[in-house]
């Protein structure tokens, strides 16, 4: 939905609750299932969540935005000669947090974002066990909607103990805990999928370093909410995050925070 050649948010932001909702049902449906699972050369799990997500998910954006290239994790590989031509793409995880998923722990969720010039100017994550939205509008503010009650997110100053978050695998990052090191005083607490972005953004957190191997579509719709509540994500070098730069699509160490 273009005007002037520029993508409105705001009115693909209904369609897309129908979509993610839509995609959520139907992972929830075999989220008790014994599911097959098979081993990608990442060494994450693939099931038949994931490929009827994706499936989904790519069907509609297509008809929504049909000009509009589509990367999602269960693509097959798009050379950067290809992808190098794109100025702007949908970026997709359709069920972030397999791993969790498999676990039945609740902690996965949907990630949808739109990429212009390699920066993120859309996020949607859609958590289908407690059926919340998040997302960002064409004014680049943040919403978390649940049921009908919409309500606009922004980060808190830092709790005292900073509350920090990590993934569950991550504890263990030697990385991680020499950075940990250097804090002062801390809680940490373990959270599944890009959920942890949400969490900062509704101020239940302040902090989300990120040592651990991860993918640009891991980060792209949780680094767009978590701005639009007005904090922030960045490199080690202090930069932002940039997307569709180089041959891999693995994301450097970050660290995001209710800063901006």
Known sequence: MRYDNVIMFDLLIPPLIKLTTQVGDMIMSLYKSKLDIKIKSDETPLTIADKNAHKLIIETLSKLTPNTPI????SEVIELSERSKWHEYWLID??????????????????????????????????????THYYTTDANKTFKQQKDVIQPLNVRTNHHPLKIVIGHWSSHNEQLQAHLG????????????????????????????????CSEWDTAAGVCILQGAGGGV????????????????TSPIFFASNKS
């Open 71 to 74: 990367l999602s994790e269960e």
């Open 94 to 131: 359709p069920l972030d947090g397999t791993r969790e998923f498999l676990e039945h722990t609740g902690e996965f969720c949907i990630c949808i974002a739109y990429i212009k010039q390699h920066m993120p100017i859309f996020g949607m994550i859609y958590a289908p066990l407690s059926k």
């Open 182 to 213: 250097k804090c002062s005083t801390y809680e940490v607490s373990q959270l599944g999928s890009a959920l942890k972005f949400c969490a900062i953004a509704e101020g239940r957190y302040d902090y989300y370093p990120r040592f651990g191997p």
């Open 234 to 249: 960045v490199r080690q070098d202090g930069k932002p995050l940039s997307y569709n730069t180089k041959y891999d699509l």
